[in-house]
């Protein structure tokens, strides 16, 4: 038999293709309450205004990666002016700043190359800010910091990350420490005190020299150590954070879109000035006659085209989509354990009772596209993705009623384990479709 004739012979009663149509169904209701950014197809972080879905691009290729959906976070990084990409409370003493039009920011803006200033001093510390970016813990915290860097004159220097645990009785700081490299984008030596754990890091091109920087560490809580602060640091070629430049404003790196947020993976940008810049979950639905119209209470398939940007959350389980009832005890979709495995599984639950044995379909990595099937009928639960074999059948199965469709959420609609990550394609077939036409769909 050919490939050709493993392609099903029913059409779909629903398909979603975000990447291609960069729109929403008029069938789905899309919600966020505040402005979140996506990077558009020329590379550039734009911003989408309240309740306006975000469809995420490649910055370097321009290829649309689908729609975005985000758990809620708040940018501790206070002390920036996302209109014009620049820092709002610089230590002047030691840092000075130069307007390059001829260069762009990842905002589209002209570019602020920091430079370090020349006084004399071989003892200056060479800091961005100061007072800012601290805020209370009582528990263990996982925090992520990340910035858009660019090197400037050819002068290789460094930015130092600083994230502190501080006790304010002795007066001491427990570092993590680590230095971007943007002239090779990469990140070089760092420093690992007690209480923090070996931090997760990544460098992405995101094109035109440009490279964002992500760090993310846990603190491991102890009392009296009850505040995190971060701040960054310029270094020289020679990775000293005390030191006279060799020549005043020639030698630095630019800077764009910091970010500081609580959480043990980073997200999109979410601006800020002169104050903590917020962004609330992304929520995707679609219910009533929009969802019986499609929907086949009896059999179907499911296919999700997905990228994951955030694992990382110990004992998170982050949704890919589901059909439910609103309370999550009925329901049948995907999700992504996220507690050490990183598996990619499919589930139906019936009155609150797990039907089928939930196989792995895949281990899923961060920023890899990854296709999944979900087929099923009455006894009868496969499952599939980018051309694995096909899960050992399960024929003890009971289907739920649904009444509703969520996108990018646990089941019940948790907002607290979001997919935080793209869906470019969502497709629905009302019936059981034949192992062999699943595994030729995931080739």
Request: overall charge negative; some cysteine.
């Amino acid at each position: 038999m050919s490939i050709s004739q493993n392609f099903p012979n029913t059409r779909p009663s629903l398909n979603l293709n975000f990447a291609r149509s960069k729109t929403i169904d008029p069938r789905i209701t899309f919600s966020r309450t505040t402005t979140g950014t996506y990077v558009d197809e020329s590379g550039l972080i734009r911003d989408a205004a309240a309740d306006e879905p975000r469809f995420d691009h490649d910055p370097v290729t321009g290829e649309c990666l689908g729609l975005l959906i985000e758990e809620s976070r708040v940018n501790n990084y206070h002390v920036w002016n996302s209109t014009t990409d620049t820092a709002t409370n610089l230590n002047s003493s030691y840092i000075d700043t130069q307007t390059v039009s001829s260069v762009l920011t990842p905002r589209g803006v002209a570019a602020t190359a920091y430079t370090a200033t020349k006084t004399g001093n071989t003892g200056q510390y060479h800091g961005l800010n100061s007072g800012a970016n601290n805020f209370s813990i009582s528990a263990n915290t996982s925090v992520s910091a990340s910035a858009y860097i660019k090197d400037f004159n050819n002068s290789d220097y460094r930015l130092y990350f600083v994230i502190s645990a501080y006790n304010a009785s002795t007066n001491n700081r427990r570092y993590t420490l680590y230095r971007a490299r943007p002239s090779t984008g990469e990140w070089i030596s760092g420093t690992l005190h007690s209480n923090w754990s070996t931090p997760v890091t990544d460098v992405k091109d995101v094109g035109n020299g440009w490279y964002r920087f992500e760090i993310s560490s846990t603190n491991t809580y102890q009392a009296g150590w009850n505040v995190i602060e971060f701040s960054f640091q310029l270094l020289n070629e020679n990775n000293a954070q005390f030191y006279d430049p060799p020549t005043a404003n020639t030698h630095g790196l630019y800077l764009s879109s910091p970010q500081f947020e609580l959480g043990s993976f980073p997200t999109s940008y979410i601006p800020t000035n002169n104050a903590n810049g917020s962004r609330q979950p992304d929520s995707v639905s679609m219910t009533g006659d929009n969802f019986s119209d499609w929907y086949n209470q009896s059999e179907g398939t499911f296919e999700v085209s997905l990228i994951e940007n955030g694992l990382g959350k110990t004992g998170g389980y982050p949704g890919v989509m589901y059909v439910d009832d609103g309370t999550g005890q009925n329901c049948i979709g995907f999700y992504i354990s996220d507690a050490g495995d990183d598996a990619l599984r499919f589930e139906i639950y019936d009155g609150n009772v797990g039907q089928g044995n939930t196989p792995t379909i895949g281990v899923v990595s961060v920023g890899e596209k990854y296709n999944v099937i979900g087929a099923y009928a009455s006894n009868d639960m496969v499952s599939t993705g980018d051309g694995l074999s096909i899960s050992s059948p399960d024929t003890n199965v009971v289907l739920p009623d649904v009444n509703r469709l969520i996108i990018g959420m646990l089941r019940g609609g948790n907002l607290n384990n979001m997919l935080n990550g793209t869906i470019s394609q969502l497709t629905y077939y009302p019936v059981r479709l034949p192992n062999s036409t699943l595994q030729t769909l995931t080739k």
